[in-house]
């Protein structure tokens, strides 16, 4: 607790012998006696930390001091209130007490008394965030100071008023108050503060970009914290240095000192100065797109300023956080956290926070396609900027302007672009001299790509080549790889437009091998599917150039790598979890344990410098373990390792592992065409472009499927002959096995190929026997599965109907215990029986399983589709995605989702097959059979008995073949919705 001053007993004592010394004053003796008796008792009561206590005494005492007219009483009882005020933080007491504390002490002529007030009162507006009225109060303090030369408190004042400056984010008007502290402090020889001036000082000027003279004044700070052994202090510059380079592209050394700084606001235990190294990490990692290690450290910020209520920097986190969600496409979220930002922001009048994050939700509009919206908010930011001085910031907006008028132009937003073209030229160049003049490498990089870009839409291509290849130095030599793809991707562009698609395909390839090593980077699985949500193109685009180049097998092999891809993602990180017996995940796992508690422990523990350097050394060795382990995964189970790393199949290797009745159908679908390959074991690898717009296509595809969902709707043939005349007809001839493997792509996968009718009135399965794969690098792992088994001879499990809570299934219980008398060795679990608990121990033994239940996908998060079972033994009776990936079903040949909807996969841009299909094909069946929407009970058993009776004289695809030709021809279920639905995924044997 605060102590008192003794001053105001002393006045009291001598007050009190003049009173009795007065012949008429018996009644105002008494009256002083009580007053007197009052003050001690409030004296008493502080110290022995009853701060309340103190205040009831001293406010029953101020009336009867004030009945004496004892003024001087009352100003020394009413400052002893304040302070109490203050400790037990009854603010706005507190304030009350002040002001009248500063009338009293003008009216007595105390002036220090009233400067001193004055100061307290300052400090409630800056911490209410009233900068403007703070500095009127302590501009107001100074005046008195100085009447009364009181220097040490003029060199404070000053301070203070241009911290509110700064505040303001009025750097220019900062500037003189912070260097009249600094001449103050120095005369003073008062080290410390003069330090914090300096620091202040170089701050305002790393805020205007000016750098270098930022780090002259760092240093100076840096080396009179150091003298003063002052870790805080020293701790508060390291993380000022570090932004300096930062903004330089400077990035190592910035890591280098945030790092610093952290480690020692660790060791003195300054939670806020942690939280804001923290930030300052996340900004660097952000930069270099480093989008999961960025998220980590805006996180733990934001945990500390959250806990300490520090509202400017929770602001700035939650802005931060915000532009990681707008960078990985979820922009209804990065709209939320900025407009809680903002909120903050408006009520503290942070003026260059609220700029910067009206910028950026410019910026989420226009990815909403919202471009009035998206301009209103940027002019809003320019108009703050400018009126702050904040050229950083403005030049940000005018690249941001200028990209929006290329952006409409590319888009075919614009008519006669050409009228447009100087003032956009005009304004990258603005914005780049600007850069340039701030020293703002990262900046300048971004303003000369896009003056690349205008250069090249103006079709003046070798200016363009210049400057892509000058923002292209100075990206390489910053690391700044968020950039450098991008770059890449503009000489590409260039390069085709010449005419050079050699030298274009190799610059897009080394685009989208960076893009593909940033998104490695992240450890979920959602954010890797929107980080690559809005990059799809570069895979497009170098399809399509490969095409016009006539490499069509190259062109597949790319198709298959974005396929690939797009599977590790989901299932990747999830597999580590679900895999605890393979040792090597295991070992793997345990070494990624112990580099988190380390990479904790570093963070908050106090260390000396050497044991500093050891436990740093002990991280590098711990990652370098870890890159060894992923290569030894790699080798010792290839499948595992292909959910981790990229190994797609190449067209070659696919033609190997067709037999010679096979032919692979294999889709790609862009915004401007799509194509076809067709692959075989005689004819290698053949393609067609068809140029459909995908709108056009996928119109087709919506009138189709929603037609086939609909048993006796006969519209459905106009658009299933529309699609086959585009997904089959073009490459008819080059269809001359009687089976087909379909690879479909996006929204192609939501169709049933059986269903398609040629200009001869016959459906696709009429002629053909389908399977279909996700992607074509499956093949590797089916093939591995595969057993030369006959299939009648194999163990049966099923479950029919469980009791789940779902509407029944009457018809389930008939088809498995129909379905069951054909096997000698069989289990059945129907209702109650068929628990999640007993199918996880009994499924693994079986040859065939067969699922008769309700099933669902779930749109938003695939991993948690389900098969609904009976709850009971622990588990809730929903069968996972996450769940299947763990069981062994090695024994297992054939799985049967006899389900609804269990077909059914997330199609997001760029992202194939996400289900339960693969689930199980990972879990050890080689096939699995499944439904594209819910199906009919009753059809759904004939159907099945049908398959099944098949076994006996057909392999798995022909024998569906057959029972959907059967129940094709039996009364009432002539329709496609009732025998399409069903396809076979997986084995084509």
Known sequence: MVRLSTIGILFLVALGSTLRAQDDAPSKRAVFQRADSLFKAGIAAYEKRNAQGAIDSWNAALPLFQSLNERKAELMIVGNLALAYRVTKQIDLYRQTLDRQVQLASELDDHKTEAAALTAIGHVLVADFKYDDARQIFLRALAIQETAGNKKEEAYLSARIAAIYQRSSEYRQSMPWYRRAMAGHETLKMS???????????????????????????????????????????????????????????????????????????????ERGMADANLNLGVLYHNRGDYQNAMDSYQTALKIHTKLNTRQSMAKALANIAVIHRDLNQLDESLRLLTQAIDIEKSINDKQGLASHLSIIGSIYWKKNDVSRASDYLEQSIAIKREIGDQRGESNDLISFGWIQLRQIEDGHIENPEGRYPLILQTF?????????????????????????????????????????????????KRAETLIWQIRYGIAKTLEKQGLLNEAIAEIRSAVDLVENQRGTLKSEEFRLGYFQDKSFLYSDLIDWLVRNNQ????????????????????????????PDVPLLAAL????????????????AELAPDDQVMKFAEMDSLYQTRKKMLIALAKANEELSSLLTVSPLRASDVTELLDPNVTLLEYFVSSRFYLIFVISKSGGVRGYRGDVSTFKLYGSLLDFRNGLTVPGNTEYRVSSRVLFDYLIKPVESDL?????IVVPFGKLHYIPFSALLDDKDRFLIDRFTLTYLPSASMMKFIGGKRKTVDLTKLNFFAVGNPASGLPNLASAEEEVQSIGSRFSQKEILLKSEATETAVKFDIGKFGIVHFACHGVFNLDDPARSALFLTKGGGEDGNLL?????????DQAQLVVLSACETGLSKIVQGDELIGLTRAFIYAGTPSLVASLWPVNDRSTTILMKNFYREFGSSDKPKALQKAQLELKETPGFAHPYYWSCFGMVGDWE
């Open 589 to 604: 796992d345990s070494v990624e344990k112990r580099m988190a508690a380390l990479d904790e422990f570093l963070k908050t």
């Open 429 to 477: 160049e603005k914005a780049y001299g600007i850069k340039s003049s701030l020293g703002d490498i990262y900046g300048e990089i971004t303003a000369l790509t896009y003056l690349g870009q205008t250069s090249r839409l103006m079709k003046n291509f070798e200016q363009a080549r210049t400057t892509y290849n000058k923002a292209l130095q100075l990206a390489q030599s």
């Open 881 to 889: 995605m996450d769940e299947i990936f763990g069981l062994k079903l």
């Open 192 to 270: 410390g503060e003069l330090s914090d001036d300096l620091i202040g000082l170089g701050s305002s000027y790393r805020s205007l970009g000016l750098y270098d003279s930022a780090k002259v004044l760092f240093s100076r700070a840096l080396d009179l914290k150091e003298m003063l052994k002052d870790e805080d202090g020293t701790a508060e510059v390291f993380s000022n240095l570090g932004i300096v380079h930062d903004f330089l592209g400077e990035f190592d050394l910035a890591e280098k000192y945030y790092r610093e700084s952290l480690t020692l606001y660790s060791k003195v235990r300054n």
């Open 736 to 740: 001359r096995t009687d089976r087909l």
């Open 552 to 579: 069509w097998e190259e062109a597949f092999n790319v198709t298959e790598r974005s396929k690939s891809r797009s599977f590790l993602d989901l299932l990747g990180t999830r597999l580590l979890e679900s895999q």
